[in-house]
């Protein structure tokens, strides 16, 4: 079946150097893509999303890059804070319009003082 | 600017007992809404989603069911709770189009015991 998964379950990255978070998808029609950030008891928080027309998208601090060839997705975030720990996660909408997205298991990114 | 009201924040309830769990979405009309469970260490699950009061969509069969009373209210409910209804439960909207970009709440964590 479809998936979307993670190449890490986790990530130690130093303060204020840069993250790379991956995500594959198996989907070859998925036309949209998103990427979340949840800390710990707390609800998903958006922070990015990207269409299959595009190859990367920017937004505060973090790029999306999204490699079609390989169905490879990445979130980039730019000189990590403490506040960044938390579990990302990414989502496809399978087949698209209007399909349900699927979400991956997550990464837990962890800075390290 | 939007905001989305989930709660309680915490549950916990007995097995065989029924469930009520409210979200309300303010700055918006006519929202798309969504009801997930997110299990530990797995992605999130699409349960319910609804684009317009009282039309409810079930993705998974099981013995939870969910209305839509008013525009920007959405109830997740139960007649009896079984032990493998504990999971984090969390609401969702989104605008324009379904399943894109969709904004979470804090989430219920529910314990069935």
């Known amino acids: 079946g479809e998936s979307v998964g993670l190449h890490l379950p986790t990530l130690s990255v130093q303060e204020g150097d840069n993250s790379i978070i991956n995500c594959a998808y198996s989907?070859?029609?998925?036309?949209?893509f998103i990427w979340y950030k949840q800390e710990s008891g707390k609800g998903p928080q958006f922070i990015i999303d990207i269409r299959s027309n595009m190859d990367k998208r920017q937004g505060q601090r973090v790029t999306v890059l999204l490699n079609k060839t390989v169905k490879h997705l990445s979130l980039q975030i730019a000189a990590t804070q403490p506040g960044d720990s938390a579990v990302y996660f990414c989502a496809e909408n399978g087949k698209g319009g209007n399909e349900k997205l699927t979400f991956g298991t997550g990464t837990r990114l962890t800075i390290i003082p | 600017s939007q905001t989305i009201h989930q709660w309680p924040a915490t549950l916990v309830q007995p097995v065989g007992s029924p469930l009520s769990l409210e979200c309300t979405v303010e700055?918006?009309?006519?929202?798309?809404l969504y009801w997930y469970r997110q299990a530990a260490g797995r992605g999130l699950q699409l349960l319910f989603y609804?684009?317009?009061?009282?039309?409810i969509s079930s993705e998974v069969p099981q013995n939870l069911s969910a209305s839509r009373p008013q525009d920007r209210q959405f109830i997740l409910s139960s007649k009896k709770l079984l032990l493998s209804d504990s999971g984090f439960y969390l609401c969702?909207?989104?605008?324009?189009?379904?399943?894109?970009?969709?904004?979470f709440g804090s989430g219920t964590q529910l314990s069935v015991l």
């Open positions: 989907n070859s029609a998925s036309d949209y």
């Open positions: 609804s684009v317009g009061i009282g039309q």
């Open positions: 700055g918006t009309s006519n929202p798309n």
């Open positions: 969702a909207w989104s605008v324009t189009v379904l399943h894109e970009k969709l904004f």
